[in-house]
T-cell receptor, first 114, second 111 residues
Framework: DTEVTQTPKHLVMGMTNKKSLKCEQH?????MYWYKQKAKKPPELMFV???????INESVPSRFSPECPNSSLLNLHLHALQPEDSALYLC?????????????FGSGTRLTVV | GQNIDQPTEMTATEGAIVQINCTYQ??????LFWYQQHAGEAPTFLSY????GLEEKGRFSSFLSRSKGYSYLLLKELQMKDSASYLC????????????FGPGTRLSVLP
């Protein structure tokens, strides 16, 4: 298995809802990442988990809450989002944080906040 | 901090060669990656340079000059399916060895 799987592919949620994005990989990668990408912009790093520990939190608002239950799974819990949070949310993984082999990205969850 | 620059858009003809440039400034440089991203899809890894010189992979080549803070991605024998955004990403020791992505270059390949 050489993929990063993200679910759901599309999500529409209201500003008072609570939802979760899920990411899964079975490549034995020990680093996992959440990125946010707005239209026609590059991905922006949100969180990094290295060996299941949160190593980087890029000053992301607390309405985004990451969770890494085990080395294969990464969740992003969403609560009280704003319309400006609408974006493509990408999960990625790598063998380790300093990899020479680049990241493997999932196909993303397209989130719309109404 | 990081400052990565790429041209916003480029246009080329099927069968031609195109060079996409990337310049960067950081004191913690530890590798440069190129990614391809089709509209609405995930980025896919194309190439990696950490030492000066040219890396060739089929129709794609990537060049790095660390002293100049400069890289380019060379695409040969362009095909329509090469129409995509091309992102350079710099791995930065000052950033926990994580990537900072450049703004991306949208390439349109015309028949």
């Amino acid at each position: 298995d050489t993929e990063v799987t993200q679910t759901p592919k599309h999500l529409v949620m209201g500003m008072t809802n609570k939802k979760s994005l899920k990411c899964e990989q079975h490549m034995g990668h020990r680093a996992m990442y959440w990125y946010k990408q707005k239209a026609k912009k590059p991905p922006e790093l949100m969180f990094v988990y290295s060996y299941e520990k949160l190593s980087i939190n890029e000053s992301v608002p607390s309405r985004f809450s990451p969770e890494c239950p085990n080395s294969s799974l990464l969740n992003l819990h969403l609560h009280a989002l704003q319309p400006e949070d609408s974006a493509l949310y990408l999960c990625a993984s790598s063998q380790d944080p300093g990899t020479d082999y680049g990241y493997t990205f999932g196909s993303g969850t397209r989130l719309t906040v109404v | 901090g990081q400052n990565i620059d790429q041209p916003t858009e480029m246009t080329a003809t099927e069968g031609a060669i195109v060079q996409i440039n990337c310049t960067y400034q950081t004191s913690g440089f530890n590798g440069l990656f190129w990614y391809q991203q089709h509209a609405g899809e995930a980025p896919t890894f194309l190439s990696y340079n950490v030492l000066d010189g040219l890396e060739e992979k089929g129709r794609f080549s990537s060049f790095l000059s660390r002293s100049k803070g400069y890289s380019y991605l060379l695409l040969k024998e362009l095909q329509m399916k090469d129409s995509a955004s091309y992102l350079c990403a710099v791995r930065d020791r000052n950033y926990g060895q994580n990537f900072v992505f450049g703004p991306g270059t949208r390439l349109s390949v015309l028949p």
